[in-house]
């Protein structure tokens, strides 16, 4: 099985926010903390800054991969860009949010790209990944 | 491990009601099905409609268990009260919703019951519960 | 023809409340009168203020009756949790209301639970509760 | 006993239009209908696409009729004309509407002309009209 | 090809209200107009400021017409019951502002009746009509 | 000096509806009393229940009169097409209210109507009119 | 007849301030031609900038006056306060502005003093004054 | 004199739950202080989680007792059907709050049920119910 | 112990206003009464109509006084001058108001000066002055 | 006469999205029948994810072309850059739509970008573009 | 160069209040501070907590300064009277805060008198103010 | 001292723009202005019209920099990324604006990435550049 996992803005700088809401691990190490924990799945990490970017992206992953993660940083509030590429593509997309969004900035409550999703997971840290995981791997089960 | 799935109004009917929001298994076989897969861990399953009852057992779990996963139901949009009980108790609180709150009615929009817990996952219909499961077992690990 | 007639919270104190609001006779007073009224149909009164307590007995109604007729009284502002247990229900559903509601309070113009019914009557009395069954019996007829 | 019967726009177009939300029959049918069921009453049928002409007949309606049922179509939402017209009108109201307008769009969730009518009943179709004739039969026994 | 054109309230007056928002030529112009520029279609123009006449003159127009090009002009905002009307009109429909209502009040961003058409075209003046033609002639091609 | 005074739906009832609000005398009555305290002023009174019918007598007022009072009742509240048509009449024009709309209902709070005139009287039964009439006659000196 | 003038804060600067809104005279001016048109009566004019100085004013208007024309300023759209003072007081009151609010900021549209008067006058520059004097002759007269 | 204080959801927890909030004393330590402070009076204390039971207890109050105070705990933010249990009951009513609800969540701002008492207080901790005991007792020596 | 009670604008008005609302004794009653009530405490009063005086001194009172009282009047709900003028302040504060806030206009639910308290009392007419003379005491008790 | 045709995020997909909204045909095909359809005209298109890539191509566009064609797709209700840019071009722009944005989300009827165009068109799928191209023709025409 | 520099409610108490909003000088300080810094400048100093006293000193202003700069305080989100003073003075006009209202309660969001300014500074504490006489030196020398 | 001074969107137009609102020198003049009035300070200006750029140039100016002036454009209002990145970096950064925001479109009241600076300065055109300038160096100079 194979899992495309995309990172919005500021995630690469992982590890140097504040941790309280976000953890204090790095991309890097959620990436391999996922590749040890799943070995059987084949993991592919991207990370951009740039809305367009991640849109290229979404719309290349249909053709390689089983799964999409994806953590869109503040792109998940106002992207009605990212929102329509999702929807197009056809493979299970979990979206997923280190911190708790719910306990966050109004303008965090407003999630545009997650209705393009099969559903989310928010709140866990690095887990929130793990969780996603285990979500993919199970509708993958099913099939 | 133990953990309690506390379950609110309406989900003693799952397998009956609205099977493109809920899926079509019982909480019957969600609790089968979570004993199978993760046999290290104790689960207790309670259900009730009555939300001072759901409260009442909200207010004893950090005696008996490690970990509290909670599917409010119809309460998660309206409830102060059983907020107030979660933010009293300290053990790891994940809250479930079986089917995906974004895409539904905008009175499910407003989440309540979420902020008095760690996070929430939200649309896998009963992969949701394997997944918080996945959650307090590792929060579990780390601590 | 057998109809449930649920009444929610304080209806018991029917007679007893602000009678431009309600009507001046009794809960029992408008049962003993659809009797007379509707000697053919077999009617089942039941009151309950406790909001869980009306849920049970709307997912067991079912089983025993042809049609429902329900006064949620307060709980028809608030309850997504009796909205749920009514849309899980097939047979014919009608809400009332004693008061007219749109001259209320703001708080009584949002309503919950009657999206879950096949229509509502408001603002009549107690002949709210009779056009609800000259309702629920035209619709049994077309069958 | 004398009952006007006042339709708003495009209900001359009944049983063309929508039939999930209106159901299938003309307002002719709804007529002789009623004619046949309630036989003791005397019922005029009246029906405008122009505001100003309903406002007209309403403003009549006193003198002639002991009670009104009044089908405002679209006008129900945006006329405040016609609810000062209906407040001056001291005979027994009854607001009727085919389709259940809880679950429908948002500009119908206003209700103006409600608020100038005895009370109103909504989502039974044709049997709307029936429950207002029961209505307002009953309101007349009691005076 | 037919096309039946009706103009709204006001429109009457083109070419004497605010030359800015609307354009300098009248409503007889853009009539001769496009009986100029579009010789093998045959136009049939309607004004009137009275809402319920509209509404007649929607209703009939599928019998003897093969598009619908509507200016609705103050009723775009307000009116429940030309929507209503348009929603049973099978023939395409275009609605057409000659102003660009985007940059205009509030109150015209609402836009009840263009909900119950094809499309709209917004801000060209009188090339608004022009376009709808433009429109209703290629849909007319395809069919 | 030629006045125009036009009344929209429901004043004609003037006298016999809630005389808190409205005054207890007819339109005939302030109409005469009006000839009797301004005699150099030539008026006439129209009244319309139907909103385009107002506006046929907008568009038409500017060739035979010096200044226009308008009551449009409910339509002062909704009507877009009755503000367009009282924007292009460049006569001056005073919006009057017999009753006091900022303590009636919040519907009434919103004017369409009154933003195309020069000002506004509102609250002071009959006497409304007649402090329109003082400053159309003001203006009027001034020219 | 005695008429007390309460003039609102910047009103001394009347003539200074922008002159498409509120006119080229001066409140003195105002003041003297009121005079002058109306021998009869007489007129005390007062002028503050401090909130709490026109509530003293009002408290004693009571006394000595048979009406109170107010212009409030800026302190008609927030000052709770003055409108607490005026609803106090008996004599008939009217509240003026010189300019018209339905056309200026969102701010000018909510009135929290004139609910606390009988009526008010709006758009008018000076005349707005004289149409007041009108409105409380006519009340004298008729006691 | 006999005063009935009845406690909503989560109260039971008193003493536990966030102490800045709160305070730091329970509930028993509460009716043991006001006993000991006010010998002269009668308390009774309730607590329930369950919104229907505290309806119960309210509907009973007036039979025994002369004053209630009653915290409503997180329902009195959402339960318009203690609300309505409360405005039937005719003696003198108190709503306490242990915490300053104006410097809480947003949700804590609308308050539903003290509407239907004589009046609250809000923010003192274990203070709040001494001085609605005082308020008790004065409104009783007046009577 | 010395106690400084400030009274906003129209406070001096006390017994003339609106007796359903606010009592019928005047201020100085109130003020007797207390200083008979509480022997054993120092009141001074103050009153004034002038926001900025109010501001004055309520920025002096740390220096003399060991609790304050405040109605605020209509500023309560428009003065972020005095919200932050108490906020600076160190003693205890208690807000009061004489008449039921909740049940009254709109714009009275919005407290701003409340926030900068420690907690309010509202509801209960002149009792609400001695309950916060009941509160500041046992504050005082306790330190 | 040279035009420019610009297309935003997720337009590249065209033929593969939701065919019910958008049509069935690609951007390339839209771009071949538009040359077919009007010969004399020289086409450029262009397609990019990336909201400053598009901004960049605005801002070079006066230098070259006639006039401007632009489908937003996303940023259309979000991008107050494109806006920006758009409002500084001087040549005609015409804004497109495929699908109806009235009927769809409610976060679609916000138009940020088309505030800075001449006009819109919207709801004709691939007849959206030729519309433009008619009235892009015709502003040149009378030029 | 002669500024004019007014200061609102509260700001005498600077370097008492808060001091991770406000700095921790006193206004004495900056005065100094400025003087200092800009030996060439004259600046005047004035601070009051009453609304109209900072009209009258605002009205008075242009007669003796060359600019001003204004911390309304509080009054900033309030006074519409304040702003209606500021628009009518034509110097060149600076608004500024210490503290960062962006990051304050939703009340300090809204900018009042901050419209009738040329612009504003808001966050650097002291600095806020000597950025004002930066931008109003600068502005003085391209005269 | 290094400062970084970032530009937005269509920020490179700036001379050709609306010169009311932005003024009429271009980026490289304010530029060279900056650099000839503070000789003793390092400036790098950048510019680029894509979000994401913007973003990989803040994340990478706490190396280099000892302060930031950001004109974010119109991303100032939209971009929760911008403002994430922001809020990472620890040297001090003001927001500037050339145009008075608070008279502007109601779209640019919301300021997003203005909360994860110290500070803004708004309408000065170019002043608001020399203004932060002025800010940053005597931050420095206390540090």
Known sequence: MKILVINGPNLNLLG????????NISLEEISDNLKKEFPDISFDFYQSNIE????????????DYDGLIINPGGYAHTSV???DALSV?????????????VNREYYRQKLITAASCDGYVSG???????????????????R
């Open 89 to 101: 593509l056809k493979i299970p997309k979990v979206e997923v949010h280190l911190s708790h969004l």
């Open 52 to 63: 367009g970017e991640l849109i290229n992206v979404i719309q290349l992953a249909e053709r």
């Open 16 to 23: 140097k926010r504040d941790k309280d809401q976000y953890g």
């Open 81 to 83: 860009a990212i929102a």
């Open 124 to 142: 866990f840290k690095e887990l929130s990944y793990g969780a996603a995981v285990y979500i993919l791997m199970n509708i993958s089960k099913k």
